[in-house]
């Protein structure tokens, strides 16, 4: 383990959260709130180490991905301890459990609460649990490799990049991998100041808007209000809807269309399904709830709604989808294991991987029916090696291990299955409603500790695509950590390199 490399990039971490705590600090002062001098008492702490850290730059930056995975996994708890802090010290969630629960659902951009009245929050804390899913949509640490100079090499920072990118791979889009990072967040951004714009066009105010359009760009779903989008017009409903779905397609095909390779763009399997299955289940959906609304046009808004507020993981509600018709309901849920694309803000499995999945069992087929033939995946025109299939296969064994799991320490809780069912799939997934008891209308504020905690598991296993927090677990990860052994070794190692 390159300890030194670790500490530098966990600190830059810490600092960029004080800085990022500093905007709620603002809010709280234009709108008068005294709670400003609780977020600046977390603020000014990680400002002052993240520039202590910034004087003592490591001699070697070289890591390799198990590091990678590390300072994920690490950084994520790191934020979400730090970040829940100011909910508690504010009073406005006093329970500290319950304040850990609220943030890490903000930076995972899951949207699962526990607040049962929304409005009674400060706009600082309702900036705040916003702004967290803007810095957790794309991540943390792809956004520290957009500003700082990290040496080391596109290896190192690629392993940086893959650990926390969603999606079975990750791949440069221009030569300089610092460039590929920059040009997703300026694609994130740039989409996110459109939707700006639109939603004060369409009525918002901009205290709304800002809000809304920041859980909306990282698919978190946190609402200022405890009707969620559904208060809004239905302009605003049809603009967040788009947008839920913009931000749940891969960014490769944003900068593809950007950058004149609609061929390429067009040729992303991947994407093409997302759009099917969007388009047939928001057809399913209307027409299954069609008797029970006011019109066809009332119900394709909330189906189209509901679908690219589920498929995308964002979690923004216009209506109680937990009593809508079974089959309505059936298709939400599946809808949450499948998730978004891979290389966009989205939750869930990924598109993506169903897709290698369905091909990979294809293969199997005509292997059998012709014993001879030798054949291989294909995606995007690409042949895709055997290492991405395995890694597939493994992902979707995990997945299902730790939602037994989950599911099995829910039990316990002596409520119904379908509430325990999908409270799981939804914070694996990082939606944040579920059905019954966890439904739009309602909360997660009547779990236990221990199953508050188990679901927090859930929302940071999900969101870091399963392996970066679960190698926290791994006893010979700390046996690295604490080895003086292999420090030593790897600053010997980097003195033969530079030799």
């Known amino acids: 383990m390159n300890h030194s490399v670790i500490r530098f990039i966990l600190g830059y971490v810490i600092g960029f959260l004080g800085l990022f705590l500093m905007l709620p600090v603002l809010v709280a002062l234009i709108y008068r709130e005294d709670v400003w001098f609780d977020y600046a008492i977390v603020a000014l702490p990680c400002l002052i180490l993240g520039i202590i850290n910034s004087y003592f730059r490591p001699k ?6 198990k590091e990678g995975f590390f300072c994920t996994g690490a950084s994520w708890v790191v934020l979400s301890v730090i970040g829940a802090l100011p909910l508690t ?11 850990l629960f609220e943030a890490v659902s903000g930076f995972t951009t899951t949207g699962a609460s526990i607040l ?8 600082a804390s309702l900036f705040w649990r916003s702004f967290t899913h803007l810095v957790g949509g794309m991540g943390v640490l792809v956004f520290l490799l957009t500003v700082i100079p990290l040496a080391g090499g596109d290896g190192s920072q690629f ?7 969603p999606g079975p791979s990750v791949g440069k889009l221009v030569p300089k991998l610092k460039n590929t990072a920059q040009m997703l967040y300026l694609i994130y951004l740039g989409l996110c100041a459109l939707e700006i714009f639109l939603l004060l066009c369409a009525g918002m105010t901009p205290f709304e808007a800002i809000n809304t359009a920041i859980a909306t760009a990282g698919t978190g779903g946190f609402g200022i209000y405890s009707s969620s989008i559904g208060g809004f017009n239905v302009a605003c409903q049809w ?3 788009v ?6 397609v891969n960014f490769n095909f944003y900068y593809y269309m950007l950058f004149h390779h609609a061929r390429l763009a067009f040729r992303m399997e991947e994407v093409r399904m997302y759009s099917f299955l969007t388009a047939l289940s928001i057809g399913i959906i209307t027409v299954n709830i069609l008797g029970s609304s006011a019109g066809l046009f009332d119900a394709l808004t909330k189906a189209a709604f509901q679908v690219t507020s589920i498929q995308s993981s964002t979690g923004f509600s216009t209506a109680d989808f937990a009593v809508w018709p079974q089959t309505s309901r059936c298709v939400l849920v599946l809808l949450m294991f499948i998730g978004a694309c891979a290389g966009s803000t989205g939750g869930g499995i990924k598109v993506s991987r169903f897709v290698l999945m369905g091909k990979a069992v294809h293969k199997e087929l005509i292997s059998y029916i012709h014993p001879r033939s030798v054949r291989k995946t294909m995606m995007d025109g690409k042949p895709v090696n055997h290492e991405t299939i395995r890694s597939n296969n493994v992902f979707f064994g995990t997945f299902m291990l730790i939602f037994f799991v989950s599911v099995f320490v829910l039990s316990f809780e002596n409520i119904d299955f379908s509430t325990v069912f999908t409270a799981v799939i939804a914070t694996m997934s990082n939606i944040g409603p579920g059905l019954s008891l966890v439904g739009p209308a309602a909360n997660y504020a009547f779990f236990s500790d221990i199953s508050k905690i188990m679901l927090i598991f859930d929302m940071l296993a999900g969101r870091l695509e399963l392996f970066p927090i679960l190698m926290l677990f791994h006893p010979n990860i700390w046996k690295d950590v604490f080895s003086k052994r292999r420090c030593k070794e790897l600053k010997h190692a980097g003195k033969i390199l530079k030799q």
């Open 239 to 241: 603009i967040v809807a």
């Open 159 to 165: 392993n940086l990049m893959k650990a926390e990118s």
């Open 116 to 123: 049962e009245n929304v409005e009674s929050l400060s706009h």
């Open 89 to 99: 010290i504010t009073g406005e969630i006093p329970h500290y459990i319950d304040a």
């Open 243 to 248: 947008f839920m779905f913009i931000f749940g």
């Open 60 to 65: 070697n930056f070289t890591f390799y991905l």
